[in-house]
């Protein structure tokens, strides 16, 4: 962080900082904005583009900055473009994010839509115009994230997950455990409820509360947010799951974690899972061993990280968006992506039904009322002809189906003409699934 730091403040006493457009001014995308309008330095946040205008006029309201609306991209690059203080330039708003995607005066394209159809456009869009992409998106990242970093790496550019996020977090913490010469053989994340029944009716005074949607709050609690998020980490690991949505077992302090997985597999292939209700607060971590440097384990136990073999490496919050601008100074200047996919999948998010269906209901997607998503093996998935549950939005049922069971590609009536069918598909042929 040190370098990246000294590099964006370079770019500061420059005058030429990363600018940045942004697509998406919900929860996430408000947050981000706050974060570039405080004054970060080497970052600028040039312009925004979201579907209501009013939602991103509202995000730089609360930031205390200005902002200019655009219709075209001559006011687009007139606004970006304004000379005077950092403070004095408005940010330019719009609602057609491919404006930001094709504008010359704009590097990285910050995607936080939570979306996957549109997201998959967005992104391809910016890869064309040779723009780093960085995304606040597990949705999209679990669904198409190795097609898409081949994408961008096809068109000499870089797509990354956002940090602060708990994939991003997680796989810094993994990629620090290695760094000092131990062996990661899990990767967790720490929640207090899980519940596949939770609706955005349920949902719907907590969503009010913390002032996000309840589709959005409803995919925390039924278990499809942490299946894509914990998809994107298997995919950059090479750890798979021990069973459809994972284990999750109860768990009384995050130290304890190893007691609650079977050790032959965390030694023989590792384990990409969850635990509930931990102690001593909500937070991701990664189990370690160093067996073969036997006293290694002395300075250890010094430091009372436990008598091993396996240790905890832990970290007590993510703080999504707040970090998420070091992903944009990570992604554009040193061309990393904290949860880039090793190969092609290993896990994949499926679509199950969280009640009892019948043929001709149209799926309402992520956060529904009819579906939850389970993260799953690739090799499972595929072999069962399993919905992806980043496309399942708009399918229509051709059979009446049980509560609970997964939903089969040959179940559903897919919608015409999405890229991301496209995608998903040659991302199937790429790596041989």
């Known amino acids: 962080m040190i370098l990246l730091d000294n590099a964006l403040a370079e770019l500061e006493r420059a005058g030429k900082p990363i600018r940045v457009g942004l697509v998406g001014a919900g929860f996430a995308g408000k947050g981000f904005t706050i974060q570039l309008l405080g004054g970060l330095p080497g ?23 200005k902002f200019v609306n655009v219709k075209n991209a001559d006011e687009l690059e007139a606004a970006i473009n304004k000379k005077g203080g950092k403070l004095d330039v408005p940010v330019a708003i719009t609602n057609d994010a491919f404006l930001l995607c094709n504008s010359p005066s704009i590097d990285c394209i910050v995607e936080a839509t939570g979306e996957i159809e549109f ?37 000499g550019v870089t797509y990354a997950q956002a940090d602060g996020d708990q994939p991003a977090v997680i796989m810094n913490l993994y990629r620090y455990a290695k760094s000092i010469g131990f062996t990661p053989v899990m990767a967790g994340n720490i929640k207090s409820l899980q519940d596949h029944r939770r609706t955005p009716t349920t ?23 942490i299946s894509q998020e914990m998809a994107t980490v298997a995919n950059a690991t090479g750890f798979p799951v021990q069973k459809r949505s994972m284990a999750g077992p109860k768990c009384d302090h995050v130290d304890n974690a190893w007691k609650h997985f079977d050790m032959n597999k965390l030694m023989s292939t590792g384990l990409t899972d969850y635990i509930l209700g931990a102690q001593p607060s909500f937070g991701v971590f990664v189990l370690a061993h160093c067996d073969h440097q036997p006293l290694k384990k002395r300075w250890m136990k010094c430091y009372k990280m436990g008598d091993g073999p396996i240790y905890t490496f832990y970290t007590p919050y993510h703080l999504s968006p707040i970090e998420a601008p070091n992903s944009v100074g990570r992604a554009h200047l040193f061309k990393d992506n904290p949860v880039r996919p090793i190969a092609g999948p290993v896990c994949d998010v499926v679509t199950i039904a969280k009640r009892d269906l019948k043929a ?39 059979r009446d189906l049980p509560m609970d069971a997964g939903i089969r590609l040959d179940d559903v009536e897919i919608p015409g003409g999405r890229l991301s069918d496209k995608l998903w598909a040659e991302q199937k042929k790429m790596f041989g699934l």
């Open 360 to 398: 001709g209901e149209k799926l309402d997607g992520i956060g529904g009322y009819l579906t939850y998503g389970g993260i799953d093996n690739t090799s499972t998935a595929i072999k069962e002809n399993l919905l992806p549950m980043g496309l399942s939005e708009g399918c229509v049922l051709r």
């Open 43 to 65: 970052l600028r946040l040039a312009a925004i583009s979201n579907r209501t205008v009013s939602e991103a006029e509202e995000g730089v309201r609360m930031a205390e900055g």
């Open 203 to 225: 949902q719907a005074e907590f969503a009010k509360n913390v002032w996000q949607r309840p589709k959005f709050i409803t995919s925390f609690a039924d278990g499809t947010k």
């Open 119 to 155: 997201a998959a456009q967005v992104c391809m869009a910016a890869f064309k115009a040779k723009k780093t992409v960085v995304v606040l998106n597990a949705e999209l990242d679990a669904t198409l994230g190795p097609i898409l970093n081949a994408k961008a790496k096809e068109h």
